[in-house]
């Protein structure tokens, strides 16, 4: 009887280490907007990567699920790409989306852009974050950006509906 015992403490003790390991490293999101599409579509479920900032900071490309404000805990976390990192400088003119005054390769947007934006210098520990479907989008276009502490983490896996399976599409831009 004392051994049966033990293994079910044994047993319980496993489960909560395991539960509460992947609830602080891994967290569940549903995109609940169109403004990713083609990337990610509305009702999609992803899985978050809360531990991928810990060793280095957001990298261009980088696909990242925020707060808007640390201040609301009822707010529904967005789901962005990463264009602009600290101290660079934002401008969207003609369709097109220019860092530090190079055009950006941005082969996963679904259309260009129809606004403009003046220049833009990101602040120190801010993100500049656009969604791939540009023109539906409500982003740093608008005027802000996004402080590193508010972000939750990176899109790592996608996890229903089963056809889109796998890892999220990060893109990785060459360093300049």
């Known amino acids: 009887m004392r051994?049966?015992?033990?293994?079910?403490?044994?047993?319980?003790?496993?489960?909560?280490a395991l539960y509460f390991g992947f609830s602080f490293t891994i967290q569940?999101?549903?995109?609940h907007q169109i403004s990713m599409v083609p990337t990610l579509e509305e009702g999609q479920r992803i899985f978050v990567n809360?531990?991928?900032y810990l060793s280095h900071t957001p990298e261009r490309?980088?696909?990242?699920?925020?707060?808007?404000?640390a201040q609301n805990p009822r707010e529904i976390p967005l789901i962005k790409r990463v264009i602009g990192l600290p101290g660079e400088v934002i401008e969207i003119k003609s369709g097109i989306v220019y860092v530090d005054g190079y055009p950006l390769e941005e082969p996963y947007i679904k259309n260009q852009p129809i606004y403009v934006t003046e220049q833009l210098t990101i602040p120190d520990k801010n993100y500049f974050v656009l969604g791939d479907n540009r023109n539906y989008s409500k982003d740093s276009h608008e005027g802000w950006t996004v402080l590193?502490?508010?972000i939750i983490?990176?899109?790592w896996i996608s996890i229903w509906p089963p056809r889109t399976w796998g890892a999220v599409s990060n893109y990785a831009y060459a360093y300049e």
């Not at 015992?5 to 496993?14: G, N």
């Not at 569940?28 to 995109?31: E, G, I, L, M, P």
């Open 148 to 150: 590193e502490a508010n």
């Open 3 to 16: 051994i049966i015992i033990r293994d079910i403490i044994i047993s319980v003790l496993i489960a909560l």
């Open 153 to 155: 983490g990176k899109a």
């Open 50 to 52: 809360k531990t991928a």
């Open 28 to 31: 569940q999101f549903a995109v």
């Open 61 to 69: 490309g980088d696909i990242i699920v925020f707060k808007r404000s």
